[in-house]
């Protein structure tokens, strides 16, 4: 997968779930809504490293792989202080 297929994959998943206005989404850059799934919403620090985010995208099929890669490393998330 590439970051454009992915990126696209996930502003349709993300107006399917009604996380946004639609305008809002088809307009945010590929890399913001990419970096909206690599970054703590909570503590604003980053899951994983770019280089596991390449990682990631190269072996997804689809974005729910994506999402699964990103998941994983929950795991060891731990949050940054504010």
């Given amino acids: 997968m590439n970051r454009k297929a992915l990126a696209d994959q996930l502003r349709e ?4 779930l009604g996380q946004a206005p ?7 850059p590929d890399e ?7 970054v703590c919403s909570d503590c604003g620090g980053r ?3 770019m280089e596991a985010v390449d990682s990631c ?4 099929q689809s974005h729910e792989d994506f999402v699964a890669f990103i998941n994983e ?4 998330h731990v949050h940054s202080p504010n």
């Fill in 73 to 76: 490393h929950l795991r060891n």
């Fill in 47 to 49: 899951l994983i490293s």
């Fill in 22 to 28: 639609k305008f809002f989404i088809d307009n945010l």
């Fill in 32 to 38: 913001a809504i990419i970096e909206a799934y690599v």
């Fill in 13 to 16: 998943c993300q107006i399917r």
């Fill in 57 to 60: 995208i190269t072996k997804a």
